[in-house]
């Protein structure tokens, strides 16, 4: 998993409530396993017109917004069905940050197991990074997780809150199993003990 330590990229406005794990990744995606390749499945619904061609008033068609890594979302983002697939879609499209005012349990747990950075923010504080985001490509936003500030274009600053064990595994690019692998000498000497003491396992 990539280290997360500071983004400034385009933020793209989704000023919608609600957004499910359907919405961002519609059910016809879910026969792979394969992370890769579901960028291009993500909001499907919403990105592409009945002909399968781009719909031009969703958001990320826009060419400012083309490039964008940072999404300001409105309130429950992430609810429905826990499919893993709804942060492997926006990881592959390239969003690794997340703002919003709440998500689902599930969607926020998952984000940070695929190096994404969800950050809840108050509903004033998500007015003003949606007037930010709605400038395109203009305005930049600035995510310093050590510092654990989001800054703005005209230089304003958002603190956020985070747990401290999730920050320090999306600092140093640890999922589940790479933090597992910090204790690799640990695991293999018991491991040596066990078959010394148990042959017959």
């Known amino acids: 998993m990539d280290k997360f330590t500071t983004l400034t990229a385009v933020a793209a406005p989704l000023n919608l409530i609600n957004v499910d794990t359907d919405m961002i990744i519609p059910k016809q995606y879910l026969k792979t396993i394969q992370r890769a390749g579901l960028g291009k499945g993500l909001f499907a619904e919403m990105r592409y017109l009945e002909d399968g ?7 990320l068609n826009q060419p400012a917004y083309r490039q964008a890594k940072i999404l300001i979302a409105n309130d429950n983002f992430g609810c429905g069905s826990s499919r893993e697939h709804a942060p492997w879609a926006l990881l592959d499209f390239g969003i690794k940050a997340v703002v919003s ?3 689902a349990d599930i969607f926020y747990n998952n984000c940070f197991k ?3 950075l969800p950050i809840k923010v108050s509903p004033e504080e998500l007015e003003k990074l949606l007037d930010d985001a709605e400038r395109g490509a203009n305005a930049t936003l600035t995510i310093d997780l050590e510092a654990q500030e989001i800054r703005g274009p005209d230089g304003g600053t958002i603190a956020f809150d985070i747990d401290p064990f999730r920050k320090h595994l999306l600092l140093n690019g640890l999922d589940d199993i790479g933090l597992t ?3 690799a000498d640990r695991i293999a000497t018991y491991e040596q003990r066990a078959r010394e003491t148990h042959p017959w396992l």
């Open 101 to 103: 005012t709440s998500f």
């Open 114 to 116: 695929n190096g994404i």
């Open 181 to 183: 692998l910090q204790k």
């Open 53 to 59: 061609s781009e719909n031009p008033d969703f958001v």
